[in-house]
């Protein structure tokens, strides 16, 4: 089976190349250059006070399921789940597999968004974490599967000096040392990125090997409040969950619903 993974990073290099080539990495830092002194929310801090720690997912298609909701609107839905009760909200940019944009942060925020924004992308080179925060991101996903330590060594302080913070994702053993890195939150992917087969089990068997105290996020395959809360009980503070809200009729009442029976 190709890894999937592999695939999106291999398309992700290239994609980058064609960024820097329509514009260049010195005239991208000029323009973020104007807003690096205004802060942005912390999502940490969000996701730490929160007593629901829902990050709602702003995800049209993915390369496992097709077409989740291909007429999403990032005007609407992003707003509705902050109106609805979200602690912060992952918006995806990934356009070739996810069918994302960047402009979608920036319409989110153009419609009335102002909690936390997370950049859910696939974070390699530095020219991204401009792009991140020139439309809006208060942070970006690192993942670890992804990249070598000493790269998201490197990243992780590029995205602090731009005021940023880094949500880092880990999803098996071989992946904890990168925890050392010390990111603003540690995410536990349930999702196996080479393979797309997602298991909750993940999350519970990997969360004491986190440091104690940090601000831990379960990442996909979440569609129960019960699951929630035996998730709080080992530590987590933050939950990203996506498809299970955007398959809904009214992603954001669906979300205020499932906060309900939390």
């Not at 789940?81 to 995806?92: D, E, H, K």
Request: aromatic share 8%.
């Amino acid at each position: 089976m190709t890894d999937i993974l592999e695939e999106i990073v291999a398309h992700k290099r290239i994609e980058i190349e064609t960024f820097k080539q329509q514009q260049p990495m010195n005239q991208l830092a000029k323009q973020v250059e104007t807003m690096v002194d205004s802060a942005v929310p912390s999502m940490r801090m969000a996701l730490t006070e929160s007593e629901s720690g829902i990050i709602a997912e702003f995800k049209r298609r993915s390369p496992s399921k097709g077409w989740i909701k291909k007429d999403g609107q990032p005007e609407q839905i992003p707003l509705s789940y902050q109106q609805n009760g979200a602690t912060a909200i992952s918006i995806l940019t990934d356009t070739q597999y996810f069918g994302g944009f960047d402009d979608y942060i920036i319409k989110a925020r153009q419609s009335g968004v102002t909690i936390p924004v997370l950049y859910k992308n696939f974070v390699i080179d530095e020219y991204q974490l401009l792009q991140a925060r020139l439309c809006g991101a208060s942070a970006v996903l690192l993942i670890s599967a992804a990249l070598s330590k000493e790269r998201c060594k490197t990243l992780l302080y590029e995205a602090h000096q731009l005021r940023m913070e880094v949500l880092l994702e880990m999803h098996d053993e071989a992946e904890i040392d990168y925890a050392e890195l010390k990111p603003d939150m540690y995410g536990i992917n349930n999702r196996h990125l080479g393979t797309f087969v997602t298991d909750v089990e993940t999350s519970f068997r990997l969360s004491e090997m986190l440091p104690d105290g940090c601000c831990k996020v379960s990442e996909s395959g979440i569609s129960n409040p019960e699951t929630v809360k035996e998730l709080r009980a080992v530590g987590f503070r933050g939950f990203l969950i996506g498809e299970h809200f955007m398959r809904a009729n009214a992603p954001g009442e669906e979300l205020k619903q499932f906060i309900k029976r939390l």
